[in-house]
């Protein structure tokens, strides 16, 4: 069927793969690498003796393999995904996601009235909904993973490191949930190799900027995914043992509480494409990863961070929830957000999104962001920026 003859709601079911051949749109600068607080310490693994790797060697061959990865990815912006993920997490943080903003009419139940002030934008954190993997199952690595994105074995296990994400001025503008095709432009930047001899982690970084189309496209969001891959583990005995509990060095001034289930976990990798066997396989995550259960994702706790950002932006200012559909008002907004992954979270297992201002300034507000995991240990680490109050 030809493009052009498809209607946005069959387009957003059909997005577009292909290569780049025009240069990336412009990205954020590469942030330093920073080693996570890893899940594991020590494990009974199999007799086979670890074989050793020339790092120089490695490192070349893997440049080359990602170097090629290069790839546009668009999408259609229809409102359906953003409210089924809105959906999937009513439940479990209510105070993020109110249910009387749910029995409002759909959005997409109606067609768009171009007479409209305002047309709803895309709320900050949603696109990790969108622009998802474009390959068959077979062509996936065995634990689910993307296989563009593996700098090559034996660094088989994958981990969702941290990242960032930047909004620029206008973003809303860009973001629109009207139909309008978006492109995606991702990246793999240089790996780089840490660790000890026979415990070496090869981090991976991906770039995503996210615009309209055309030479005079314009960036709305950049995004920097960080990935960790390890040794694949030969046998699990028991779960792995974790490291210390650490501890927040500061009281939150906001916190949001959630238990996440594994029909959470469900919903939100079907709403990414994301097959990842340590979200969706309670056999393959104690068996074959050693971890006690079925792990959260690394982009879910993305939303919530942002979520939360936005829900404490909207209180303070006065203004509705910052999902309404239709918003004449104008907004406070996420600027920024950067974070790490410290150590897992579970599912059934309570975690909290706290938040902190810092500094706050006459056009924007600097915050502290973590999530604690069912004891109080820092999960997650975050620092964001916000524009000021409106």
């Not at 590469?30 to 009974?44: C, D, M």
């Not at 699990?236 to 974790?242: A, H, I, K, M, P």
């Not at 993305?302 to 006065?318: E, I, N, T």
Request: with cysteine; net charge positive.
């Amino acid at each position: 069927m030809r493009r052009s003859i498809l209607s946005p709601l069959l387009r957003r079911h059909s997005p577009r793969l292909t290569k780049l051949t025009l240069s990336p749109l412009p990205s954020i600068q590469p942030i330093q690498h920073v080693q996570p607080l890893l899940h594991h310490t020590t494990a009974p693994y199999s007799s086979k003796p670890i074989k050793p790797i020339n790092p120089e060697t490695y490192l070349h061959a893997a440049r080359k393999k990602l170097w090629k990865h290069r790839t546009v990815i668009d999408d259609t912006l229809s409102p359906t995904p953003s409210h089924l993920l809105t959906l999937s997490l009513a439940d479990h943080v209510p105070a993020l996601f109110p249910p009387d903003q749910l029995s409002q009419d759909h959005p997409s139940t109606e067609p768009f009235n171009n007479h409209r002030r305002q047309i709803p934008y895309l709320p900050q954190g949603h696109h990790l909904v969108y622009f998802p993997l474009q390959v068959p199952p077979s062509r996936l690595m065995r634990d689910g993973t993307d296989r563009a994105h593996w700098p090559g074995g034996p660094f088989n296990r994958r981990m969702w490191a941290g990242g960032e994400v930047v909004f620029r001025d206008g973003w809303e503008r860009v973001l629109t949930l009207n139909g309008r095709v978006v492109m995606c432009v991702e990246k793999a930047n240089e790996p780089v190799m840490k660790g000890a001899v026979g415990d070496e982690k090869v981090f991976v970084e991906i770039t995503r900027d996210y615009g309209t189309q055309g030479g005079g496209g314009k960036t709305a969001v950049e995004e920097v995914r960080r990935l960790v891959f390890m040794r694949e583990r030969e046998r699990v005995e028991g779960v792995v043992e974790e490291r210390r509990v650490v501890r927040a060095p500061a009281t939150p001034e906001f916190t949001f509480s959630l238990r996440p289930d594994a029909r959470l976990l469900f919903h939100f990798s079907a709403l990414t494409y994301n097959a990842h066997s340590i979200h969706i396989d309670p056999d393959y995550a104690r068996n074959r990863e050693g971890y006690k259960g079925l792990l959260v994702h690394g982009p879910l706790t993305l939303v919530l961070m942002l979520s939360a950002l936005r829900a404490c932006l909207a209180k303070l200012s006065g203004q509705p929830p910052p999902d309404t559909w239709l918003n004449e008002q104008p907004m406070s907004y996420v600027k920024s957000l950067s974070y790490r992954n410290l150590a897992p979270l579970y599912v059934d297992e309570e975690m909290k999104v706290c938040l902190r201002r810092t500094k706050t300034e006459a056009d924007q507000i600097k915050w502290d962001v973590w999530i604690e995991g069912p004891e109080g240990g820092l999960a997650v680490k975050a620092s964001a920026v916000t524009t000021g109050l409106v």
